[in-house]
């Protein structure tokens, strides 16, 4: 018998507010030492809500997704967000294996 959506969506939740206390912990990724790439990561996080405020899931996941895979420049509050929206997206599509590992 395989989980129901809704339990692999707690799970990837309850795993994703594992990781932000984690990251609370830990003071989260390292932070950007200079203002040009916290500018940047600024214009990418807001890029990638603008692609998703239109639809474009996919597009807005692969910033999202290098934002994460970076870290620098993001507060661990961002980070967790981040990490989120990754998961939601996931789990929107149906992709509820690729949630829990945002």
């Not at 692969?62 to 507060?75: A, F, I, Q, W």
């Amino acid at each position: 018998m395989s989980p129901t959506p809704a339990a692999l969506c707690a799970a990837a939740l309850l795993l994703v507010t594992l990781c932000a206390c984690d990251a609370k912990e830990s003071g989260g990724p390292p932070a950007a030492t200079e203002d040009k790439a916290t500018f940047d990561v600024e214009r990418k996080r807001d890029w990638a809500a603008k692609l998703r405020a239109e639809g474009l899931d996919e597009q807005a996941l692969r910033v999202y997704e290098e934002l994460l895979d970076d870290g620098r420049g993001l507060s661990p509050n961002a980070f967790v967000g981040a990490s989120l929206i990754v998961a939601e997206i996931h789990l929107a599509k149906g992709r509820h294996e690729h949630a829990h590992d945002s």
